[in-house]
């Protein structure tokens, strides 16, 4: 993210966040958040923007493996460690 967004991890939590609440000032009741190319997201960072933008109001997270890169098993994978880990309790599990 910082090659191609010139971005800091911070950074781009906070412009996630941002959105999500601007869309729901905009009274939107199902707000929709999808990190790009989360297939290859470093773990915690991952649980970190997904636990803020829940927290700011996002009710449907994707989990988009962009560029195809990882294995079904691997994607499995990911979806059970964070249904696990309560990230997407109560929401939208797609």
Known sequence: MESK?????DEVIEIA???VKFARNLGCDDIEFSPED?????PEFLY?????VIEAGA???NIPDTTGWNMPV???EVYVVF???GVLTSLSFE
Not at 5 to 9: D, S
Not at 38 to 42: P, V, Y
Not at 48 to 52: A, N
Request: with cysteine; net charge positive; proline share 4%.
């Open 38 to 42: 989360a297939g290859r997201s470093d």
């Open 5 to 9: 967004l010139k971005k800091t991890p």
């Open 17 to 19: 966040v941002n959105a």
């Open 59 to 61: 009710t449907t997270l």
């Open 83 to 85: 249904y696990y880990i």
């Open 48 to 52: 970190r923007v997904l636990s803020e």
């Open 74 to 76: 691997c994607t499995y």
